[in-house]
């Protein structure tokens, strides 16, 4: 026999996953009379939910939008949830850092015994990434012109030189994907002036007002605004995957060398060695990263690989004679 709080927030589960329930299904559901459903959805009517009553032959109900904020009923497994979502939120760099921890501290407040000791099970240590924070008025008009399907004009501080100060510079853009990655925001936008596709750091954005007409959405390339974004950070025009990749067999371990190769392959060939398959944006820029490995690194393949080994070399020879002189 449920009690009667256990009912309710079950029978709000199930009205908040479709738009509209018979009421005999929800009978059947919660194994209770219709007589009892149609009491529990006045109670819940009581509490402030918006339930709207359909007709038909059964009859049925539907949850909408309220006027009001209503008590919030959530079951175990989601109140963990939100609870270690508030704690990670205090790093998002969205601007909610304060309102997120004044939140975990009003849901742990409510919390029965048992919820807060499984909390605690799960206690971790959400660390920084360097994030930059963006104010959350900018991420709300960057996430409504997307949702509108608006033109947005905004000012982008961009750096000009490595002694310029950031120059704002004005964009008109056709916003289509606001993502969160790394710890930053940004912005996918097809650029109006360059007609392509740009992705904008949201922390340099400051939006114009008003916004201007409203335009057909576009495909990103490849269909897949993950995939494209992934791929812009690796500096690929062709898809998900670095523009230039290598193998070398590094003189340590695998043990040593996997904990340090991102997404690499390592293969271990025994003896203090291993293989690495692994990519950059550029085939000098892989060189140098491979150094970070502290240890003799024999090519494999591709021969190009082992050219910009050759004019690393020199740069690194040019530099240390400049210390000298």
Partial sequence: MT????????????????????????????EISHRTVRRDVDRLREMGYSIHSTMGPDGGYRLDAGSELPPLLFDDDQVIALAVALRAATLSGAGIEEAAVRALTTVRQVMPSRLRHRLDALEFTAMPSGSAAVASDVLLALSAAVRAREVLRF????????????????????????????GRWYLVAWDLTLEDWRIFRADRITPRTPTGPRFA????????????????FKGSNRGNRWPCTGTVILHRSASEVLPFAGDGEVEDLGEGRCGLHTGSWSWIALAASLGRFDTDVDVVEPPELAEAFAQLAI???????SQRR
């Fill in 3 to 30: 009690t009667t709080t256990s009912r309710l927030l079950a029978l709000l589960s199930l009205l908040q996953t479709r738009r509209d329930w018979p009421g005999a299904v929800l009978a059947d559901r919660l």
């Fill in 155 to 182: 000012d982008y501080a961009s750096p000009r030189s490595r002694t310029d100060a950031e120059t704002p510079a004005s964009r008109r853009v056709e916003p289509h994907h606001l993502v969160t990655a790394d």
């Fill in 217 to 232: 959405p576009r495909a990103v390339p490849g269909g897949d605004v993950t995939e494209f974004v992934s791929a812009r």
């Fill in 315 to 321: 740069r690194d020879a040019r530099s240390a004679g």
